[in-house]
């Protein structure tokens, strides 16, 4: 349940981006969660509705981005296939992380007064 | 124009942040992986399920290092500080963080509890985690290595429903080796395939902390560690 903490951290974040700006409210935030984050995105997704109430995020929208898992060869940058032993056969060498382990606020759209 | 006061209406601005949600525990982590090199300490994050032996590897491992190295541990509960105490019993300065209710340690409860010194002097700092497969292996705490133990009664698909944790892991150390007569099906080979399909240079141990068994290969690792060329981080204060 360590998207509830992760929620009260996205909150805290966009409020200190939003009082920055002066922002009146956010409007929407976008995500980005890859699936080895470590994070399920509708739990997390429950826990930002949860927490954002008294907050000025309690009106924003949480668009969640996906990103697919890609392993590479160090070596010869060859993609490992999804489903098998993560180590390149041609080079014998261990697989790297390509992608899919993001967890990162991307973007914060904020209503902000006109005339500031 | 805003009808109210005057002030004008509002307009939508829109902000690229691109910072990982982590990024305050992402910090702390580092200052304390800082300091904890600074002053020569190994640090090692003990990760697994409930009852996997965590608590019983550190009692083994504060018998096979007594009188060579020193080390201490913060040990990881939601309730009760029965692990710190095992592990003082077996002469181990400890600190336990309760968590109450959370599933995990973060960064500032580890920087927390190393602000009283228990970790000053010695040559390994422990933290056992809470027992738990899945949250812990979100949240770096300033450690050199994480090991994530798994003991033989645990199954040997453990690794392939619990990628995240398994592919952060340095070594695994496969406990209770001592209960393998009981377990005549048990499948290490299977084990060790799971294990690399999710973490990409895999490296098991096996131990008894019962016996002893396999823990001087356990010890010799850990001296490995202490030989690894660490990248000195700038010292920076994280608040």
Redesign the interface.
């Given at each position: 349940m360590h998207e509830y903490s992760l929620a009260r951290a996205l909150i805290e974040r966009v409020e200190t981006a939003a009082r920055a700006h002066r922002a009146t409210a956010v409007h929407r935030l976008t995500v980005r969660i890859g699936p080895l984050a470590g994070v399920e995105r509708e739990l997390f997704a429950t826990a930002f509705h949860n927490c954002r109430p008294g907050t000025l995020c309690a009106d924003a929208a949480l668009v969640i981005r996906n990103e697919d898992a890609e392993w590479r060869c160090d070596v010869c940058g060859e993609a490992i296939p999804a489903g098998s032993a993560l180590y390149c056969p041609a080079c014998a060498m261990p697989a790297r992380l390509a992608g899919g382990d993001a967890l990162i606020l991307e973007r914060v759209e904020m209503e902000v007064l006109g005339d500031v | 124009m805003c009808e109210d006061c005057g002030?004008?209406?509002?307009?939508?601005?829109?902000?690229?942040?691109?910072?990982?949600?982590?990024?305050?525990?992402d910090r702390t982590a580092a200052h304390t992986r800082a300091h904890l090199r600074e002053d020569g300490v190994v640090a090692i994050n003990i990760m697994g399920s409930p009852g996997a032996g965590k608590t019983a590897l550190l009692e083994a491992t504060a018998g096979a290092l007594a009188g060579t190295r020193r080390i201490a541990a913060i040990t990881g509960d939601l309730a009760t500080e029965r692990d710190a105490e095992r592990v003082r019993a077996a002469g181990v300065p400890s600190k336990a963080i309760t968590t109450g209710?959370?599933?995990?340690l973060?960064a500032e409860m580890v920087h927390h509890a190393l602000h009283d010194g228990i970790a000053e002097g010695v040559d390994y700092l422990f933290i056992e985690n809470v027992g738990n497969l899945?949250?812990p292996?979100?949240?770096d705490l300033g450690q050199e290595a994480n090991v994530v133990v798994i003991s033989v009664t645990e199954g040997e698909d453990k690794p392939l429903k619990y990628?995240?944790?398994f592919?952060k892991a340095d070594l695994v150390v496969l406990s209770k080796t001592d209960l393998l007569p009981a377990l005549p099906d048990f499948d290490r080979a299977a084990l060790e395939?799971a294990l690399?399909?999710?973490?990409?240079?895999p490296r098991m141990l096996a131990v008894s902390a019962r016996t002893g068994a396999g823990i001087e290969k356990w010890i010799n690792w850990l001296e490995q560690m202490r030989e690894t060329e660490r990248p000195q981080t700038a010292h920076a204060h994280a608040r």
């Open positions: - | 002030c004008g209406d509002t307009k939508l601005v829109s902000l690229d942040v691109h910072e990982s949600l982590l990024a305050g525990n209710s959370a599933c995990h973060d899945v949250c292996a979100v949240y990628p995240v944790m592919r395939e690399a399909h999710v973490m990409p240079n």
